[in-house]
């Protein structure tokens, strides 16, 4: 049938070039390019499936331990160890690339149903189909095809990879790294944006558009306000994860949070293996001989955001947190012995229970913090900030306090069952802190 042109453009009308395309295959040609494509397409499918389960394996599991001390994440299966947050910040655009490529193929495989359905009448096509490669997405795009193979496609290709790239953003919330985090964020939206511009010639019923509708609005509240790190801007909106947290499930226990952005370690002895490791490559003669506690290396934790973050019944070694940010950090039971907490920011937090011997908490911020029932034996506080601080039942026996600021803009230290009396306050060349002890003398003369 030859293509006549219309007599106002010069271009080939849709029903016109499709009615050539159906001319040039016979009925056996439309099925062998169907089964064709969909050899290729099934390849591309079952590799993505299995990528996407390997990664959903690998970030499960990753543990808040992991995150906290940074260490590298070892591949299963290959046994190849990668930079955490390197592999946070690499595999979701993977993902999404990989995700793209496979929906691409699958556009061809629908382009080909529509010319294979073009063919015949109604009862030629019924027939042709059963000649078709079993694929399940194949089978998806038929007008009348059975239920469970549009489920299939429904989940596997459009539903799931959103909702893993969801899961590796949940995952790394409790590292509180705003960038990454607003990578994985920026990933959600643009893969499923692509799956509704994909599928906007699909599917135009009413129904199918307030299910567009409400997967959209779902996948946005849960990327944008939902799985957010504490603290930042979208936290202070309305109805997101700060908000709910405060009036919909107050009180619940961490454990058992919904939502995991915080990070939450119990029994755990916190830098043993950096030690072991420093240890074996120390010289012989010095691995032999009694180890100096104060000399072993530290476990560094430098400028990490720990805000809100749970230690219970943790043993450190030597922890560093120079300048962190423990705002409302918990530490019940734990071992800091030796640790530093130099320039660390300890808004809100609470220390309960706890060894801080020879503890440095010089220039610390303690504004509304909580120090409670814990041995502070030899710890530095030289200026510290405790002016809105709370010690309760505290052991600062030889604790340096000179230069400490105990009162300031309406607020001042609160000292409870704590004898202060056998503290340092000797400053640089011999000399006493003299204000210190005439502060503590007039508020707390008892403790004296």
Known sequence: MPIKPETTSNQVTTTTLRSVQVNILDPKEAVDAVNECSKHVSVYFTAFLAFTAYMVL??????????????????????????????????????????????????????????????????????????????????????????????????????????????????????????ITSLH??????????????????????????????????????SVFLFVVPGDLLDSLPFSAAWLESNVWPGVPLQTHPIHRNLLLMDQNIGKDDVIRNISTMPPEERMGPLDPFKIPSTSFSGRDLR?????????????????????????????????FEMARLADAHLVGCSLRSTNFRGADFEGAVVEKSDCSSAVFTYADLSSASLRDVLLRKARLGLAKFESRGHILILRDTEWSSADFFLRGGTKDLDAIQWLVKHYPADG
């Open 308 to 340: 809100g973050a749970r230690f219970i019944s943790c043993t450190f070694v030597r922890p560093q947190f120079f300048s962190a940010d423990l705002a409302g950090a918990r530490f019940l039971m734990c071992d800091l012995l030796g640790g530093s």
């Open 185 to 222: 964020r920026i990933c959600v939206l643009v893969d499923f944006a692509i799956v509704l511009i994909f599928y906007r010639m699909v599917n135009r019923t009413r129904i199918s558009r307030y299910l567009k509708v409400l997967q959209a609005s779902a996948t946005l509240y849960v």
């Open 58 to 179: 690998t970030i499960a599991s990753t543990t808040d331990y992991m995150l906290l001390v940074g260490r590298d994440l070892n591949l299963p299966i290959v046994n190849i160890s990668l930079p955490l947050k390197w592999f946070y910040a690499v595999m979701p655009p993977i993902f999404l690339g990989l995700h793209l490529n496979l929906l691409l193929h699958v556009g061809c495989l629908r382009d080909q149903i529509d010319v294979f359905e073009s063919m015949g009448e109604p009862a030629e096509r019924t027939l042709r189909r059963k000649l078709l490669w079993p694929f399940a997405l194949t089978y998806a795009f038929f007008p009348e095809t059975l239920i469970w193979y549009r489920v299939v496609e429904l989940l596997t290709v459009r539903i799931m990879p959103v909702v893993a790239l969801l899961f590796i953003q949940l995952r790394f919330l409790p590292y509180h790294d705003t960038t």
